[in-house]
Nanobody
């Protein structure tokens, strides 16, 4: 059964770190592009980062958002994709979800191009 399960979210103070995990089953994590997305309250879902089949990493943040602070990695043996989040800010608060890209295409920040999603994990950055 195809499944993506996120974990690792929680409450953290500004400047802190979290590592999110996306454990997949029913397929090999290295055979599809996997993206991380987030949705803040009252806002649209946005792409955060993605890792392609070849292992190329794409960060969708700009210098004012997640770029340079978030790092995506993949462990094929564990069938898991991680999102390391450092120097967290209150505006990083939201539900973070991982998703499998449709077919075997490359990364995209467009959430509609992803076929399968996890249930999400809540990240709250607050003092």
């Amino acid at each position: 059964q195809l499944q993506l399960v996120e974990s690792g979210g929680g409450l953290v103070q500004p400047g802190g770190s979290l590592r999110l995990s996306c454990v997949v089953s029913g397929f090999s994590v290295g055979s599809y592009a996997i993206g991380w997305f987030r949705q803040a309250p009252g806002k649209e879902r946005e792409g955060v980062s993605c890792i392609s089949i070849s292992g190329t990493k794409t960060d969708y943040g700009d210098s004012d958002s997640t770029k340079g602070r978030f790092t995506i990695t993949r462990d094929n043996a564990e069938n898991t994709v991680y999102l390391q989040m450092d120097s967290l800010k209150p505006e990083d608060t939201g539900v973070y979800s991982c998703a499998r890209r449709r077919a075997h295409y490359g990364c995209s920040s467009n959430s509609r191009l992803y076929a399968d999603w996890g249930q999400g994990t809540q990240v709250t950055v607050s003092s």
